[in-house]
């Protein structure tokens, strides 16, 4: 029998090759723990090596306190489970740069990966605006060498483009984070924002 939803809901367009910095949706029937309707930042990307990236919008069950003594803060700050490769390993993604974050690596125009953990923390517990600033995560996706662009060739995945800002990339979380960002792509796009993120026909 034919893939009725990749004849209903495929899209024909153009499949840039991805790079660090790049946004990609993913499409609607990619039924995966970590994937389904999410969002990917790549964060590094090297051809002959591979990628990695964090999935943006799948808010674990954790907060911040759970998982670190030292949160004094009373409002419970998300933790956000970037993909199935090193859950043990928690780490952040900001705005905030190296003025605020000593040590930070820029990655894309805007974005910040890392830096020194105990201004992190600092800033947290002196109550500033996590969100659209920072967020934090457990664990990240890899791909292989060509592995990605043979998903993005497949249609898994496609570039949200660079019309999100840095900010409203920290924003929001779930299902809704993925159809605001489908919205974004325009009209070609309209059936998959139609879709919820389990889709059964009865």
């Not at 517990?125 to 060739?153: H, K, M, P, S």
């Not at 984070?177 to 009865?202: F, T």
Request: hydrophobic share 40%; net charge negative; proline share 6%.
């Amino acid at each position: 029998m034919k893939d009725i939803a990749s004849i209903l809901f495929k899209i024909s367009g153009v499949k840039k090759t991805p790079a660090a910095g790049s946004v990609l949706i993913a499409e609607p029937f990619l039924k995966d723990t970590f994937y389904t309707h999410g969002v990917m930042s790549i964060i590094d990307y090297v051809p002959e090596d591979g990628a990695t990236g964090v999935i943006l919008n799948n808010r674990s069950e954790y907060k911040l306190a759970d998982l670190l003594d030292n949160i004094t803060v009373p409002e419970p700050i998300p933790v956000f489970c970037g993909g199935s490769t090193g859950q043990d390993r928690l780490f952040f993604i900001h705005t905030l740069g190296p003025d605020i974050i000593a040590d930070a690596r820029p990655y894309a125009p805007g974005l910040y990966v890392g830096g020194n953990f105990d201004d992190a923390i600092s800033y947290v517990n002196d109550g500033y605006n996590t969100e659209g600033a920072i967020r934090f995560f457990l664990g990240y996706c890899n791909w292989v060498e060509g592995q990605l662009e043979r998903e993005i060739q497949n249609d898994k995945w496609v570039s949200a483009g660079n019309s999100t800002s840095p900010e409203e990339l920290l924003s929001e979380a779930g299902d809704a984070y993925w159809h605001r960002m489908v919205r974004g792509l325009g009209p070609d796009y309209r059936s998959w924002s139609l879709l919820p993120r389990n889709a059964v026909c009865n």
